[in-house]
């Protein structure tokens, strides 16, 4: 098991959620330049999941401003990630940190992934 997330009672009020991850797929269920791993390709892909993610955010009455966690899972490079047009959109929350994970999204084509959550706590336990 990699990850597990679950919820428990609080004493105070605070915005929680976990978006589960955005793959390159589009709402044909088509991946988004599906075989391509260009330059050109993977900016597309990215673009994608940032933009669903947001639009999924939006719908569920969030915004990037309300994250505070960002994961992107991608394996290969996607030039001018960080930049204005791609990352940079998100905004503030780029500067509290995106994990990225140098890791093939678990779906057979998929190239990138971006999930989103806004926690008040955060446990990680090690095994080693």
Known sequence: MFAFSFTAPATSNGLTFLLSGQADIGPDNKI???GEIGSQAMQQR???TIDTVAETLKK??????DTTRVALFHAHDIPELWG?????????PIRRGVLVYRA???IAGGEVELEARAIRRDLVATIL
């Open 32 to 34: 988004i330049a599906e």
């Open 46 to 48: 990215a673009r994608f």
């Open 84 to 92: 204005p047009a791609l990352l940079g959109t998100i905004g503030e």
């Open 104 to 106: 093939r999204p678990p």
């Open 60 to 65: 569920l009455g969030f915004s990037w401003e």
